[in-house]
Structures are given as structure tokens and as C-alpha cells.
């Protein structure tokens, strides 16, 4: 059944649920902590990379790795998990049952980014689509174009003085390593940004070298820090016993500057456009939007003359019976 508000339920398996039933049975889509929940009394289904992730940021427990790209058969239906070009690991899911294919894209990103190839949008009866930018104020430039852009920021500031990046400890900070390594700085990272740094490079993915920020600021002239721990206070302190001029900038996809000096748009979510795109490739007879703008979205997409509506207003209780 779908729980609104604990994810979504393919036969006997939870898909990112906030609570986790003793016994159950769970799909990790990916490792950012708003679609991880664990429980030392069910068996977690991910992919070997997502449970590296998993194990590093919230401990250890019950794991079966799925590697992509292979259908498995489990409790009388089919599972198929593949590259959806959100952070290392992540995967959309598709499930076959009973003559019937459902897909499921979780966070997702269309286009290549730095580091990952887009997702390639699955083919299925219904297709849960995540909406998290499902608005068309939230169109963004060429992703390969931001890393550029913010590689000759960060190469031309890093030479006048320290340059604060801010971005989400898992995904975006490691798109962060890349482009300061690409502008010919080793930066120093907070903690945890240095151990998925690790897990990445353990899984091929070439990030360059990263320092644990650890009282040795004076080492580099890029500092990558996650957005939330990024505030007046750290400005004060930098400046304060960092006697260089600071040049601070945000990844986000997000509107936002705050005490930034500038606002990259770099996201790891497909934009408006992407997300029509995926649809139209996809072309699936129902579109169930979730997260963001779900209910804007679905409008859209019934004007283009698909037929969607937002999940949360379902009655439904089992993915089986959209
Ligand atoms: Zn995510
Ligand atoms: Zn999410």
C-alpha cells in the first residue's frame, strides 16, 4: 500500500520510508538522510554504493546490495534499478508485476553533470515522477557550463585570497572537489564531506584530493563547507583569524544568495524542462507527481495531455492498483 507520508509500497517493499515496520522490507533509493530511515529489524535493498553511503552517515544494518542495470526476482515480482544522474549510487527503480511495469525515478537529474551520465527515462504503465522542481521559474543553464563557469570563479579568487564554497555534504560537495581541484586547488573540506569524498573515489568516481579540515585553513585557499554550518558566525571567525578577503559562493538550484557573494545554479535535480522531457520519453498512461511542486506540475502535464495527478491526493493504497 502507499502510506502518504512513508513512502511508497510495491507489493511487499517500502520504498524510502520515514518509519520502517519491524520485519520489513526496504528500497533505499539513494543515501541523502530525507530517504534513509534505518531499523536494525528490517533488510535494506540498495545498491553497493548507496549502502557504502548508508553505513558511512547513519551506521550499520540489515543490507542486500542490488546492482544495476539486472532485474531481480524477489517475492513474485521484478526489479530493476538504474543510473538516475542524482548523486553516487542513486537509482530509479522500475517494477514489473503481473503484466505490469511501474517506475519510480526518485531525486533525479536528466542532463550530465560533472561527475554522472543523466538518467535515462524508464518506459512503464505508471511512473512516479519526483517534482522537486516542478516549476517553470526553476530552469537551469547547462550544468557542465555552471562547473566551467564556477571552475575560472574559483581558479581567479583563490589567487586573491580564501574561497568559501557552500554546498550539501553529499552530492554537491563533491562536485565542489572536482571543480577546485579542476581550478588547481586541493581544498580543504568539513569532515563530513572528506568521508563521502572517500566513498566516492573508492567506487572510481575522480574527484582529485581533499584535505580534512582540521585547524590547518592556512594549507589552502578553497574551503568547502555544507551550507547549513555556513553562517555570520563563520564569516566572523574566518575573518578573524584568517587575515585573507573572503570570496563565498552557494551551489544551489534554489533562489537563494544570503550572506553569499554569489549563487551558482548548480543542482543535482532535473529542472522544469527536464522534467517534461523525461515525461514525454517516458510517455506512460499515468503520471503520479511527488515532492515540490507536484500539484502545479500535474497541471502542466494534463494541459500537454498527459494524464497526472499529484500523489498525496491518491486514494489508492497500493502502488499495483494505479
Ligand atoms: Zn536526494
Ligand atoms: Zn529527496
Redesign the pocket.
Given at each position: 500500500m502507499f502510506s502518504q507520508g512513508n513512502g511508497l509500497l510495491f507489493k511487499d517493499f517500502l520504498i524510502d520510508p520515514h518509519k520502517v515496520p519491524k520485519g520489513g522490507k526496504v528500497l533505499l533509493?539513494?543515501a541523502?538522510s530525507?530517504?534513509v530511515k534505518l531499523s536494525k529489524k528490517a533488510e535494506f535493498f540498495a545498491t553497493p554504493e548507496t549502502i557504502d553511503l548508508v553505513k558511512e552517515r547513519f551506521g550499520d544494518a540489515k543490507f542486500c546490495a542490488l546492482e544495476k542495470n539486472k532485474k531481480h526476482k524477489i517475492d513474485g515480482f521484478e526489479m530493476e534499478l538504474s543510473n538516475n544522474g542524482?548523486?553516487l549510487g542513486?537509482a530509479q527503480a522500475k517494477f514489473s508485476a503481473d503484466g505490469k511495469d511501474f517506475a519510480l525515478t526518485?531525486?533525479f537529474r536528466l542532463q550530465d553533470s560533472l561527475l554522472f551520465c543523466g538518467a535515462e527515462p524508464l518506459k512503464a504503465d505508471t511512473l512516479v515522477l519526483e517534482t522537486t522542481f516542478g516549476s517553470p521559474e526553476y530552469v537551469f543553464p547547462k550544468q557542465i557550463d555552471v562547473a566551467n563557469e564556477m571552475t575560472t570563479w574559483v581558479e581567479k579568487n583563490s589567487k586573491k585570497g580564501l574561497v568559501l564554497l557552500a554546498g550539501y555534504s553529499l552530492?554537491k560537495a563533491q562536485e565542489l572537489t572536482k571543480i577546485s581541484n579542476d581550478a588547481g586547488v586541493i581544498p580543504i573540506v568539513h569532515d563530513s564531506i572528506f568521508e563521502s569524498n572517500k566513498i566516492y573515489e573508492k567506487h572510481g568516481v575522480k574527484l582529485g584530493k581533499s584535505l580534512k579540515l582540521d585547524h590547518n585553513l592556512k594549507d589552502s585557499s578553497v574551503l568547502i563547507m555544507p551550507p547549513q554550518l555556513v553562517d555570520r558566525h563563520l564569516f566572523a571567525t574566518l575573518e578573524h583569524f584568517d587575515k585573507r578577503k573572503i570570496f563565498s559562493a552557494l551551489a544551489t538550484g534554489w533562489k537563494h544568495r544570503g550572506a553569499f557573494d554569489e549563487t551558482f545554479p548548480l543542482s543535482?535535480?532535473a529542472d522544469y524542462n527536464e522534467l517534461i522531457e523525461y515525461v514525454r520519453q517516458s510517455n506512460p498512461k499515468l503520471i503520479l507527481t511527488d515532492h515540490g511542486f507536484c500539484e502545479e506540475f500535474a497541471r502542466k502535464l494534463n494541459k500537454l495531455g498527459f494524464n497526472a495527478k499529484p500523489l498525496k491526493q491518491h486514494k489508492q493504497k497500493m502502488l499495483g492498483e494505479f
Open positions: 533509493s539513494h541523502h530525507d530517504h542524482h548523486i542513486s526518485s531525486d552530492g543535482n535535480h
